[in-house]
């Protein structure tokens, strides 16, 4: 009796042990998932960066070919001015003696014909190389706009599974809080989540709201928000609000003529402010326009 009673307590011992095992494992597999969503998050904003090079390249070209475009019209219009002229001069001449000058205004006449047909049909070569190098231009953008959607689409998924990851991992530390608050409160997981949450709300504020999965990641911020606050974590909304220095903040200044004169504005967040149970754990980092 008394061993059944002993293999009885250490079975259970054995469960426990296990069970605690298998949480860290799954920590750490959180964790490196995480690393890794982070690593092709910076390897799309990489590739968005190069995109944006080379729409301004592609813009520059277009400039220079618009340019190149008025220049040779200038110089087709002076030519016909003195296609004009010539005529006008030839005239002048026939009028004085048109028997002796009247093979020479034959020739000019036709001279001036045979310029003039050379003007159009170079301007319709050019008409037709600029066209098709613009048609050319405009597919290229064409192209890098397709790709960019993709790209945000790829990144609305990333970040609809990383608020998952999240989330999870959250519950599972609030968990063990629960059960052992003798230690104190870890912040550490809940400001990371903190942040992650800001940055995927500025890229929300920058997208287009038609990009697929736009509308389920707002959905899926605001329900990690409100598990937040249920856990005792307030996030300080502050984008658009009035900027004044008796703030606890870190901020950063950029000028931005398009404001009022004095006018202070909070653009940017790039690290949240934090309350927990109404006491700041956190001062949030900022983007300050101003027009001072």
């Known amino acids: 009796m008394k061993c059944c009673k002993l293999l009885i307590v250490l079975l259970f011992i054995s469960n426990l042990v296990y069970g605690e095992n298998?949480?860290?494992?799954?920590l750490i597999d959180i964790q490196q998932t995480l690393i890794r969503i982070e690593k092709r998050i910076n390897s799309m904003r990489s590739v968005d960066r190069q995109m944006?090079?080379?729409?301004?390249?592609?813009?520059?070209?277009?400039?220079?070919?618009k340019n190149l475009s008025v220049l040779i019209q200038n110089q087709i219009e002076a030519?016909?001015?003195?296609?004009?002229?010539?005529?006008?001069?030839?005239?002048?001449?026939?009028?004085k003696n048109?028997?002796?000058?009247?093979?020479?205004?034959?020739?000019?006449?036709?001279?001036?014909?045979?310029?003039f047909v050379l003007a159009l049909s170079l301007l319709a070569i050019i008409y037709f190389l600029l066209?098709?190098?613009?048609?050319?231009?405009?597919?290229?953008?064409?192209?890098?706009?397709?790709?960019?959607?993709s790209i945000q689409v790829e990144s609305v998924k990333?970040?609809?599974?990383?608020?998952?990851l999240l989330d999870k991992q959250m519950n599972v530390q609030m968990n063990q809080s629960a059960v052992s608050s003798i230690q104190g409160q870890d912040h550490s997981l809940a400001l990371k989540v903190a942040d992650e949450i800001?940055?995927?709300?500025?890229?929300?504020?920058?997208?287009?709201?038609?990009?697929?999965?736009?509308?389920?990641?707002?959905?899926?911020?605001?329900?990690?928000?409100?598990?937040?606050?249920?856990?005792?974590?307030?996030?300080?909304?502050?984008?658009?609000k009035p900027y004044n220095e008796?703030?606890?903040?870190?901020?950063?200044?950029?000028?931005?003529?398009?404001?009022?004169?004095?006018?202070?504005?909070?653009?940017?967040?790039?690290?949240?402010?934090?309350?927990?149970?109404?006491?700041?754990?956190?001062?949030?980092?900022?983007?300050?326009?101003?027009?001072?």
């Open 22 to 26: 298998k949480d860290s494992l799954e």
């Open 52 to 65: 944006e090079k080379r729409l301004q390249y592609l813009a520059h070209e277009t400039d220079s070919i």
């Open 79 to 95: 030519k016909e001015k003195l296609i004009v002229s010539n005529i006008d001069e030839t005239r002048i001449v026939v009028n």
């Open 98 to 115: 048109k028997e002796v000058l009247a093979e020479e205004i034959k020739t000019k006449t036709i001279y001036g014909g045979i310029g």
């Open 131 to 149: 066209h098709r190098r613009i048609s050319s231009d405009s597919s290229a953008i064409h192209r890098i706009k397709k790709a960019q959607d």
């Open 158 to 164: 990333l970040d609809n599974k990383l608020i998952e």
């Open 198 to 240: 800001i940055r995927i709300e500025m890229n929300l504020s920058r997208m287009d709201v038609s990009v697929k999965g736009h509308k389920q990641l707002c959905k899926a911020v605001e329900r990690i928000k409100n598990n937040f606050l249920a856990n005792g974590y307030e996030m300080v909304d502050m984008l658009g």
């Open 246 to 292: 008796g703030m606890k903040v870190v901020a950063n200044f950029v000028s931005d003529e398009s404001l009022k004169k004095g006018e202070q504005t909070i653009t940017g967040i790039i690290k949240p402010q934090i309350n927990y149970n109404g006491v700041m754990i956190q001062a949030a980092q900022i983007t300050v326009s101003q027009n001072i």
